[in-house]
């Protein structure tokens, strides 16, 4: 069997890590093709070379653009690479605009595709990954779930038959980076200067559109995380550091100290190292619900619901129209006590997920 990935954006590739290695263990063959999309290093090599991803086959360098000029480009790219490798399954992951793209080309190829992470919905019309993940599952032909929660929407959506539980990859890459930071296998992360592990802080990362391309907004969660009582060490992805530059919006102030993004294992050993986490990032807050740290999002909803259940991830959409204190005290409570359960899987979904492919090839 020949599988094709399709990766272009950071979070599929920290998802792609646990695939590769799954596939790397069998006779199947495995196309890694980059869309570019993600082009900086601290975005994307890391990744390849901090989680041993093989390097990708195939690289079309489409780079950032609206979501028309981004789509678009890869759409037109993939043509000739699906015509060249015509592969037994094109797998994409998430929602990003590489996977719609990714998707997209290959039904038009008659290639069957399978979408890993399907069935995730925030019913939110004005995000692009609600767009990119809605029309994915309905082109591609298998959808690897990754919770129960995945499974019922897509039943709702008439899925059903095309659905299959395959847990979270997630889950596999997270807790295997954390035991190897636990036996002393990673350096310690770079925090931002300003920042000592050793104290409580909280972890940060924004990055969504609405809360980071609104000159107003942004200014102010920017404010609310400066006036919060522990120093808060903000992960800048180059939306965000772009937007604020743009905008005139100083990111470091107050309890505010900033950096560029982490390699993955340097985020896990920070998330480890923090008192909580701050963050609009979907894989953050789950990542911080496994690694058992307090979770705030500055989101009106999440995807992820199950983190939500004991308090472990709590929704603060407008910090900033909270009374201070209050909001203080959301940010930096700590981890609570209760059973978490395991609503992700147990850390074998990639092989899972390979011989949920060999069987649907199979027919
Ligand atoms: C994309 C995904 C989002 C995902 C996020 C993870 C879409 C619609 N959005 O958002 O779902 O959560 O990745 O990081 O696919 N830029 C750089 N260097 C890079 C890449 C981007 O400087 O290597 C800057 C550019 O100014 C670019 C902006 O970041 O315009 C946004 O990049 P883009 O890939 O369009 O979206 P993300 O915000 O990264």
Same mark, same amino acid.
């Given at each position: 069997? *020949? %599988?094709?990935?399709?990766?272009?954006?950071?979070?599929?590739?920290?998802?792609?890590?646990?695939? &590769?290695?799954?596939?790397?263990?069998?006779?199947?063959?495995? =196309?890694?093709?980059?869309?570019?999309?993600?082009?900086? &290093?601290?975005?994307?090599?890391?990744?390849?070379?901090?989680?041993?991803?093989?390097?990708?086959?195939?690289?079309?360098?489409?780079?950032?653009?609206?979501?028309?000029?981004?789509?678009?480009?890869?759409?037109?790219?993939?043509? *000739?690479?699906?015509?060249?490798?015509?592969?037994?399954? !094109?797998?994409?992951?998430?929602?990003?605009?590489?996977?719609?793209?990714? &998707?997209?080309?290959? =039904? *038009?190829?008659?290639?069957?595709?399978?979408?890993?992470?399907?069935?995730?919905?925030?019913?939110?019309?004005?995000?692009?990954?609600?767009?990119?993940?809605?029309?994915?599952?309905?082109?591609?032909?298998?959808?690897?779930?990754?919770?129960?929660?995945?499974?019922?929407?897509?039943?709702?959506?008439?899925?059903?038959? +095309?659905?299959?539980?395959?847990?979270?990859?997630?889950?596999?890459?997270?807790?295997?980076?954390?035991?190897?930071?636990?036996?002393?296998?990673?350096?310690?992360?770079?925090?931002?200067?300003?920042?000592?592990?050793?104290?409580?802080?909280?972890?940060?990362?924004?990055? +969504?559109?609405?809360?980071?391309?609104?000159?107003? +907004?942004?200014?102010?969660?920017?404010?609310?995380?400066?006036?919060?009582?522990?120093?808060?060490?903000?992960?800048?992805?180059?939306?965000?550091?772009?937007?604020?530059?743009?905008?005139?919006?100083?990111?470091?102030?107050?309890?505010?100290?900033?950096?560029?993004?982490?390699?993955?294992?340097?985020?896990?050993?920070? %998330?480890?190292?923090?008192?909580?986490? !701050?963050?609009?990032?979907?894989?953050?807050? *789950?990542?911080?619900?496994?690694?058992?740290?307090?979770?705030?999002?500055?989101?009106?909803?999440?995807?992820? !619901?199950?983190?939500?259940?004991?308090?472990?991830?709590?929704?603060?959409?407008?910090?900033?129209?909270?009374?201070?204190?209050?909001?203080?005290?959301?940010?930096?409570?700590?981890?609570?006590?209760?059973?978490?359960?395991?609503?992700?899987?147990?850390?074998?979904?990639?092989?899972?997920?390979?011989?949920?492919?060999?069987?649907?090839? +199979?027919?």
């Amino acid at each position: 069997m *020949k %599988v094709l990935s399709v990766v272009g954006a950071r979070p599929q590739l920290v998802k792609l890590a646990p695939i &590769a290695a799954a596939f790397a263990g069998t006779d199947h063959q495995h =196309v890694i093709v980059h869309t570019g999309q993600h082009y900086d &290093a601290d975005l994307s090599d890391v990744f390849f070379s901090g989680l041993g991803i093989p390097d990708p086959d195939v690289h079309l360098g489409v780079g950032s653009g609206s979501h028309g000029v981004q789509t678009g480009a890869v759409l037109a790219a993939m043509d *000739k690479v699906l015509a060249d490798e015509r592969p037994d399954w !094109v797998l994409v992951y998430g929602d990003t605009n590489s996977t719609v793209a990714g &998707a997209l080309s290959a =039904v *038009k190829m008659h290639l069957p595709v399978a979408h890993l992470e399907a069935g995730l919905r925030s019913f939110n019309r004005r995000m692009p990954e609600e767009h990119n993940r809605v029309l994915t599952d309905h082109c591609a032909d298998l959808l690897l779930a990754p919770t129960e929660e995945a499974v019922r929407h897509l039943a709702n959506e008439g899925l059903s038959e +095309r659905t299959r539980l395959a847990g979270d990859v997630m889950v596999d890459i997270c807790l295997r980076i954390r035991d190897a930071v636990l036996a002393g296998e990673h350096p310690a992360p770079a925090l931002p200067e300003g920042i000592d592990p050793d104290e409580p802080f909280l972890l940060a990362t924004l990055h +969504r559109p609405d809360n980071t391309d609104d000159p107003a +907004r942004l200014a102010a969660i920017v404010e609310s995380l400066a006036a919060l009582p522990v120093p808060v060490a903000l992960l800048a992805h180059p939306r965000l550091v772009a937007r604020a530059e743009e905008h005139g919006i100083k990111l470091t102030q107050g309890s505010v100290h900033t950096s560029r993004p982490l390699p993955y294992a340097g985020l896990v050993a920070a %998330v480890m190292a923090s008192s909580g986490v !701050v963050t609009d990032s979907g894989g953050l807050q *789950k990542e911080t619900f496994l690694l058992e740290r307090a979770c705030t999002t500055i989101r009106p909803e999440t995807e992820w !619901v199950e983190t939500l259940e004991g308090g472990w991830n709590v929704l603060a959409p407008n910090p900033h129209e909270m009374a201070a204190d209050e909001w203080a005290k959301l940010a930096t409570r700590p981890a609570p006590s209760t059973e978490r359960g395991t609503p992700y899987g147990d850390g074998t979904a990639a092989r899972r997920v390979v011989e949920l492919l060999e069987e649907a090839h +199979r027919g």
